[in-house]
T-cell receptor
Framework: AQSVTQPDIHITVSEGASLELRCNYS??????LFWYVQSPGQGLQLLLK??????LVQGIKGFEAEFKRSQSSFNLRKPSVHWSDAAEYFC????????????FGQGTTLQVKP | DVKVTQSSRYLVKRTGEKVFLECVQD?????MFWYRQDPGLGLRLIYF???????EKGDIPEGYSVSREKKERFSLILESASTNQTSMYLC????????????FGPGTRLLVL
């Protein structure tokens, strides 16, 4: 069965510092991988997704993520964090051949210090 | 522009009441989903539907039912609300292809007293 683990429940970074949010998945083949962001009181918005091909994926708002098959990971990165990036971030995995269902991780809350 | 709307942002209900949460999408998507979001637990799938009148149970269907009479509308029903159903409920929709993005509504925060 598929599963997703986000090891960090809460992360605090200073504005302007770099950011890396971790995501590990369990799946027998290469899955589809997603990162979503949820601002306070809002629904989820897609940041980026990995479908196939280039393992470094660029997303919106200056985010990128790298798929590493050997480590079963899909970590999200941003070189310089802005105060507006404070939000909750969810990693999700979808199976190949599936009809569109996703399994979500527990989420990581990002706090940005001025 | 893609849009998923939910009938209420906040709801307060009493234990034992029947509660209806409605979701509408304007993207002609086949798939629609209801999730429950609780701190530390992420999003858990309650039910999803891949076509009108079709539904499948997700991971936590107990205490919930759903209805999809029209393609654009997917309702979540709490037959007899209980305090442990106090939560944030999120609706999403997607095309019925593998790897498709799910688009989310703003959520309904339900408090059951």
């Amino acid at each position: 069965a598929q599963s997703v683990t986000q090891p960090d429940i809460h992360i605090t970074v200073s504005e302007g510092a770099s950011l890396e949010l971790r995501c590990n998945y369990s799946y027998g083949a290469t899955p589809y991988l997603f990162w979503y962001v949820q601002s306070p009181g809002q629904g989820l918005q897609l940041l980026l997704k990995y479908f196939s091909g280039d393992t470094l994926v660029q997303g919106i708002k200056g985010f990128e993520a790298e798929f590493k098959r050997s480590q079963s990971s899909f970590n999200l990165r941003k070189p310089s964090v802005h105060w507006s990036d404070a939000a909750e971030y969810f990693c999700a995995v979808g199976a190949r051949g599936n009809t569109g269902k996703l399994i979500f991780g527990q989420g990581t809350t990002l706090q940005v210090k001025p | 522009d893609v849009k998923v709307t939910q009938s209420s942002r906040y709801l307060v209900k009493r234990t034992g009441e029947k509660v209806f949460l409605e979701c509408v999408q304007d993207m002609d998507h086949e798939n629609m989903f209801w999730y429950r979001q609780d701190p530390g637990l992420g999003l858990r799938l309650i039910y999803f539907s891949y076509d009108v009148k079709m539904k499948e149970k997700g991971d936590i269907p107990e205490g919930y039912s759903v209805s999809r009479e029209k393609k654009e509308r997917f309702s979540l029903i709490l037959e007899s609300a209980s305090t442990n159903q106090t939560s944030m409920y999120l609706c999403a929709s997607s095309l019925i292809r593998e790897g498709e993005t799910q688009y989310f509504g703003p959520g309904t925060r339900l408090l059951v007293l």
